[in-house]
């Protein structure tokens, strides 16, 4: 039997676990989100949801993954053969759908951190962004042509993530992983006490943290608190469940889970007040008080927030502005690499569990294949692409995702068999309230928003874009991602799922 990479340590480990979980979504989406929210009021049911989704499924996760020594492929299958198709759903759509736009943001990134050093947006950062840096077509078949910039950062960041996932976990992933997550927590906590010390951020940091109660009527508002925890916590990835494979025999798996949501977490509402502070500032530069009317003024889309809306603020800054602009768009690359590369692991694990390939080789193929699959999103009309499939995934996919391994864990497995297993091998244990959780709770509440989303874009569309566009790119992306992971499960094994691994003889939990 083939014996599998292991971490180095402890820490190695969860600063993998940690760095997959943050991400752009961490400070680019979750401040987004939290506005569009209602600010403070989006606040409590997104901890709401990491208590009732986000950590139980956390657990699950790093629990199926430590109990059947393999990627989510292999896990799967070994619950139920027939569920092997759910075990390659998961990071193939996550591979060829959220990585392909993904890279292209950390791509913008790049290029903002470069265009901070001259404050190239100018006077317009709207125009420039829009116009002269993306080229943004009106209409989702309007490709036109490739927007050479945007490809070339967009290739260096797929170099890059190539460069790390071709190495072994331990001496790739892991190593980077020590860099990338301290060097990200001393940037950020310098953005905060950067961005609370302007003028005019208490008003910022107040629509923040002040909740409008009547925003939690809205059921999407829950919706996206719970399509925000999976995408911040990379559960339905396959990621997590890869990377509990690689665990010895001893590992303390609840502690683990619960340090890897609490801190992922409690980065984003802390990363949040940078956000948010400079958008109190921006207001007090405009002579606009800051509440959400006129924070309207200054925000309009997801992606304007980080590549138009800061980029005015940087503008505005009474000293130091190329400075704290490289500091914000170097955080957001660094963030968006350290989770792009587990994405890729999550696949290359599936992969070489079934088909007996070397890593590099699998590496070498995702990285090829990835940069291919990004074209689309660095055309002209990249940002409408990116804007619908990104909703498609995180709104149904993910949420899907999570549902089906609740039931598949709760009902086939049975809840209990898992814990069995994590309390045996764990220092923190689980009661029964867990098995409740992943049965139950977690399946209702999500099972519950699912369907009303559903309900809610097929009654009102989303956005301003066409129905046809809709089906066509998001909800198709969707089905093409079952229909690939139909033919990876129906490709006969090159060797017994029985024999894929083998941990080694280790009683002793990493430190």
């Known amino acids: 039997m083939a014996e599998r990479s292991r971490w180095s340590s402890q820490s190695g480990f969860l600063l993998a676990a940690i760095g997959s979980a943050i991400g752009l979504g961490n400070i680019w989406r979750f401040s987004y989100v939290t506005y569009q929210n209602g600010g403070g009021a989006f606040l409590i049911p997104y901890f709401l949801a990491l208590v009732t989704a986000g950590i139980p499924l956390m657990i699950l996760e790093f629990g199926l993954g430590h109990k059947m020594l393999g990627s989510s492929v292999l896990s799967f299958r070994r619950i139920d053969r027939r569920l092997e198709w759910f075990g ?46 993306l080229k943004r077509a009106d209409s989702a078949w309007d490709l036109r042509g490739i ?58 940091l107040k629509f923040y943290l002040k909740p409008d109660w009547s925003k939690l009527k809205d059921v999407s508002v829950w919706t996206s608190a719970y399509g925000q925890i999976f995408f911040t916590l990379s559960i339905g990835f396959g990621i997590m469940i890869a990377y509990a494979s690689y665990l010895p025999k001893k590992s303390n798996l609840v502690r683990n889970a619960f340090i890897t949501s609490v801190v992922n977490c409690l980065y984003s509402f802390i990363a949040g007040f940078a956000v948010f502070s400079v958008l109190g500032y921006l ?22 927030l980080a590549f138009v809306t800061y980029p005015q603020a ?16 170097l955080s957001l690359t660094i963030a968006g690499i350290s989770s792009g590369i587990s994405i890729v692991e999550a696949l290359t694990c599936a992969i070489t569990d079934k088909f007996k390939v070397s890593r590099r080789k699998v590496v070498n193929i995702l990285c090829a294949t990835g ?20 909703r498609f995934i995180n709104h149904y996919g993910l949420v899907l995702a999570g549902f089906l391994e609740c039931v598949f864990i709760g009902w086939i497995l049975k809840a209990r068999s898992l814990r069995k297993h994590i309390n045996a091998v764990s220092r923190w244990k689980l009661s029964r309230v867990w098995d409740y959780l992943i049965k139950f709770v977690s399946p209702a509440i999500l099972g519950t928003l699912y369907v009303m989303d559903v309900v809610d874009i097929i009654k009102h569309g989303y956005g301003e874009y066409p129905t046809k566009a809709l089906i066509l790119i998001g909800a198709n992306w969707l089905i093409l991602a079952f229909i690939l992971a139909a033919v990876f499960t129906i490709y006969p094994w090159r060797r017994k799922p029985e024999q894929v691994i083998h941990r080694p003889e280790e009683d002793k939990l990493l430190v």
């Open 88 to 133: 390659w759903w998961m990071p193939l759509l996550v591979m060829y759908g959220i990585m392909l736009y993904y890279t292209v943001v950390i791509g913008w990134c790049l290029n903002y951190t470069l265009f901070s050093l001259n404050l190239a947006w100018g006077k317009d950062p709207a125009s420039f962004f829009l116009n002269t840096f």
């Open 371 to 390: 940069l291919l699959g990004s074209v689309v999103f660095v055309c002209h009309s990249g940002l409408i692409w990116l804007d619908i499939v990104d």
């Open 314 to 329: 940087i503008s505005a800054l009474p000293a130091f502005k190329r400075l704290f602009g490289v500091l914000f768009f």
């Open 147 to 204: 927007v050479g910039p945007i490809f070339v950062s967009t290739c260096v960041v797929w170099l890059i993530i190539w460069s790390i996932c071709y190495r072994e976990v331990n001496k790739g992933i892991e190593r980077a992983c020590k860099v990338f997550m301290p060097a990200l927590l001393v940037l950020t906590l310098v953005l905060v006490f950067w961005g609370c010390s302007l003028k005019g951020a208490g008003a910022g």
């Open 283 to 304: 207001c007090y530069a405009k002579g606009l008080p800051a509440d959400p009317e006129h924070f309207k003024t200054v925000v309009e889309k997801e992606a304007t």
